[in-house]
Nanobody, 124 residues
Framework: QVQLVESGGGLVQAGGSLSVSCAASGGTFSSYAMGWFRQAPGKEREFVAAIRRSGEITTYGDSVKGRFTISRDNAKNAVFLQMNSLKPEDTAVYYC?????????????????WGRGTQVTVSS
């Protein structure tokens, strides 16, 4: 059983930057592909980014491509999401998720473990 805990959310002005982190415990972190999703009030959960087990391959949702960067540190059992050029529409709860195996996943049903989320609010 993998436990995931997000941190680093907060309030930022439009155009600013913010980094969120996810600490994993209870499993072999390097065995999991990792992903970030987000959910805004009244909206469905949206794929943000994913990274393969060793970190060599990443993929992004269209709405964040070029602005967000996902990375991981397997020695520290952590995955990160650097968010730049933030927009008010990026406001959401951001969730970290772990997926067994090698392949990246862009759908929430492909992930096996989830954190509780961290709030990111971008003011205009």
């Amino acid at each position: 059983q993998v436990q995931l805990v997000e941190s680093g959310g907060g309030l930022v002005q439009a155009g600013g930057s913010l980094s969120v982190s996810c600490a994993a415990s209870g499993g072999t972190f390097s065995s999991y592909a990792m992903g970030w999703f987000r959910q805004a009030p009244g909206k469905e959960r949206e794929f943000v980014a994913a990274i393969r087990r060793s970190g060599e391959i990443t993929t992004y949702g269209d709405s964040v491509k070029g602005r967000f960067t996902i990375s991981r540190d397997n020695a520290k059992n952590a995955v990160f999401l650097q968010m730049n050029s933030l927009k008010p529409e990026d406001t959401a709860v951001y969730y970290c998720a772990a997926r067994r195996g090698y392949e990246l996943g862009r759908e929430d049903y492909e992930y096996d473990y989830w954190g509780r989320g961290t709030q990111v609010t971008v003011s205009s």
